[in-house]
């Protein structure tokens, strides 16, 4: 049973580092966004930046989903 206790641990610590550093990028990209709004950039440099942000976005969104999923092996819904 230990080791399935540190097999699920390192699997939350795994999946928080990959969860900060798309929230770091996160934050980059949408400065970025935020600096093409105010510096008047043209509409398809404006989806670019909307798009980028999305995708962080929707990685994020995937990894909420792998951590209810550990969750749910340590504790069914």
Known sequence: MKSDTQEIVRRFAA???EQHD???KLAS???LFIDACQSGASPEALA???QAVREVLYSLDASYDK???IAD???PR
């Open 67 to 69: 951590a209810q999923a």
């Open 73 to 75: 092996e340590i504790e």
């Open 22 to 24: 798309r929230t770091r």
């Open 48 to 50: 670019a930046a909307a």
């Open 29 to 31: 990209v949408h400065l």
């Open 15 to 17: 999946l928080f580092l």
